[in-house]
């Protein structure tokens, strides 16, 4: 999951359907994994076959596997973002990834600066740089370096949770584009959509199957990755649970002895008040 951190730390939410973080007049859109898409519709074909040759009484257990395959392709799919916004001279702009431990990221972006003459987004001049800082969860810098106004970075996570990407423009290249507004096409692939598979096929010499069996395999290591992931948010956000719960129970117990002594003190300080006035 994508989060977008605009300026004045707000954030923005980009899931499996990339939404418009808010401040920003930009456009989002999601780029779908081809293995799952190709894994769904050779799931569609070997379903029909094993309905049509197998009997009715396979049908409920078939479409029960199917499902569950389904599911698995779905799961494995996310981890491709693609997305482009604006940022100024001085604008920093932050995204949040949450990444699984001993997980590659690769991130692909290129600029465009605005043109007045044609009213339209151009392709930036060579000059024109972007500087990409990624942090892992516990704020360590894990990679900080100047790129091109075209280029590609590609870090491992080495810590399970939220890594912040930022990028900001080459402050001495600003006279470039003068106050105008530099659109930046960002493209971020986790996981196994990280890996070229042609190539891999045209280096290894894999056949189709071999390739899909691959596929599968990465999918299925990414996912045991997400599910220690999920696990290991669980026992944190119980962790967390705990210790509230134990805040809470001491605060009540603290404030009940509180309202105690202040009842006791009350009820002396009327008593010397009303001994002092003689009236009791």
Not at 98 to 105: F, G, L, Q
Not at 181 to 188: A, M, N, Q, Y
Request: proline share 4%.
């Amino acid at each position: 999951m994508l989060r977008a951190r605009l300026p004045g730390m707000a954030r923005a939410q980009f899931s499996s359907r990339a939404r418009r973080p808010s401040g920003c007049a930009c456009v989002s859109s999601l780029i779908p994994g081809e293995p799952r898409q190709g894994m769904r519709g050779r799931l569609g074909e070997g379903a029909g076959l094993s309905m049509a040759g197998g009997g009715g009484e396979r049908l409920p257990g078939m479409l029960r596997t199917v499902a569950a395959l389904v599911l698995l392709a779905q799961l494995a799919g996310r981890g491709a973002h693609a997305l482009y916004f604006h940022i100024g001279e001085t604008e920093k702009r932050c995204f949040i990834e949450e990444i699984p431990d001993e997980t590659m990221v690769i991130g692909n972006y290129r600029t465009q600066l605005w043109d007045k003459q044609s009213e339209s987004f151009l392709p930036s001049t060579p000059g024109l740089g972007m500087h990409v800082e990624v942090k892992d969860p516990d704020g360590k810098v894990i990679l900080s370096r100047q790129y091109g106004s075209e280029g590609r970075f590609t870090f491992t996570s080495h810590t399970p949770g939220e890594h912040q990407i930022c990028l900001h423009s080459n402050s001495t290249r600003m006279a470039l584009f003068a106050g105008g507004k530099l659109r930046v096409h960002l493209d971020i692939q986790v996981g196994e959509h990280t890996n070229n598979y042609p190539e891999i096929a045209a280096k290894d010499k894999l056949t189709e199957l071999q390739l899909r069996a691959r596929q599968l395999l990465d999918q299925v290591e990414q996912i045991q990755k997400e599910q220690n992931y999920q696990r290991y948010r669980e026992e944190r956000f119980r962790m967390t649970s705990e210790s509230t719960n134990q805040r809470v129970l001491w605060w009540s117990i603290a404030q009940t002895i509180i309202l105690i002594l202040t009842g006791i003190w009350q009820m002396r300080h009327l008593k010397s008040f009303f001994e002092a006035k003689k009236l009791v």
